[in-house]
């Protein structure tokens, strides 16, 4: 576009020096023309030759002509000149335009270009970035695989180790349990012997404490029996006492009932008699009530006193319980005979029957009670 203006404004220069240099060429023909006229009519006034009149008048008229053109010629020139500078003066303003935009988009330019060589340089830092990350990443896979992998080793040889240690256990177990059967048979002949050295003691419960202080307990006993049951001594003759003693031996200030008595007779017939004796009716000795009882080892006597409510509810309905030795509980019901080894075997017995499983239903009694109950057990 510039281009092209610039060729027209050139052309245009171009037409108006010629137009001015053909105008002078034009004057200088016609006062050329006239002056020649001029000098022949001189010439031929001197000489005196005859003119036209109507080539002076057409002289005139073409002089009239000639300027009259060149007033139009320098009138469209000037106004070619006005618009050509109105042109220029518009290209000018266009080009500062076009300078602007041109230095707006070189700073754009420079800008997009340095926006680019930051995000190139970002790209490469990320790139270099991610790599690292990416190396780093790779290392820890690799790390985490190589656990896995030392995992894995350490389980299966914990597994193979377990399998073992569950081989071992059970071998062990089965030699526990014949251990802990060989010990419930050595603690069962271990009270069993132990009852079997007391075949021959006496338990008397309810002997105060003041008593033996005012007489020995062998005298005591012999009062005993003599005012219960005397005729044991008619027949048997004198009680005869190997060792007899409180138990246990140191009182305790705490313990609200006296220590029990334990005798051991040489007579086994007569310990017998005096039990039998003993559970035909209640045994006084100066006005307080005293029991007999067979002397036993303490298990023995805790598994009995686990009968204690179950006897006495039995009891109170009729089926005649009875304790015998070590601790088995034997009832009588619709003519038949049951024995029972433990209180589990009992109660599993009474939920097979609804009618003796509510009658069953005890409930805690208080000591008295128990005692007393517990004065039944130890007899049978």
Known sequence: MRGTRAQTN?????????????????????????????????????????????????????????REAEDNGEKNLKIKISHLETEALEL?????????????????????????????????RMKDDLQRKSDQKEKEDQKARDEIQSLRTRIKQLESSDLTRQQDTIKQNKKNEKIE?????????????E????????RIIGLPEDHDKRKSLDIILE?????????????????????????????????????NVIAKLKNNQMKKQILQAAKKKPFRY?????????????????DRKAWNMIFWKAR???????????????IFLQGKVWSFNTTEEFQAFINKRTDMNRKFDVQPQNSRESSKDLHYILFY
């Open 195 to 202: 009852n079997l050295s007391r075949r021959d003691n006496l």
């Open 10 to 66: 050139t052309g245009r220069k171009e037409g108006v020096n010629l137009s001015k240099q053909q105008k002078k060429k034009k004057e200088t023909t016609i006062d050329s023309y006239c002056s020649a006229n001029g000098t022949e009519g001189e010439r031929s006034v001197n000489n005196k030759p005859e003119i036209p009149a109507n080539w002076i008048q057409a002289v005139e008229e073409l002089k009239t002509q000639l």
């Open 92 to 124: 000018k303003q266009e080009n500062s335009v076009l300078k602007a935009k041109i230095n707006q988009l070189e700073n754009e330019a420079k800008e997009m270009k340095d926006e680019a060589k930051e995000m190139k340089d970002e790209v490469k």
């Open 286 to 302: 100066h006005g307080n009530t005293v029991r007999l009882t067979q002397d036993l080892s303490a298990s023995t006597l805790k």
């Open 223 to 259: 009062e005993i029996i003599q005012e219960n049951c005397p005729e044991i001594l008619e027949q048997e003759g004198k009680v005869d006492i190997e060792r007899i003693q409180r138990s246990p031996p140191v009182f305790n200030q705490q313990m609200t009932t006296p220590r």
């Open 181 to 193: 059967e060989n010990v419930k048979h050595l603690i069962h002949k271990t009270e069993d012997l």
């Open 316 to 330: 109170e309905l009729g089926l005649q319980p009875r304790i015998k030795y070590p601790s088995k509980l034997i």
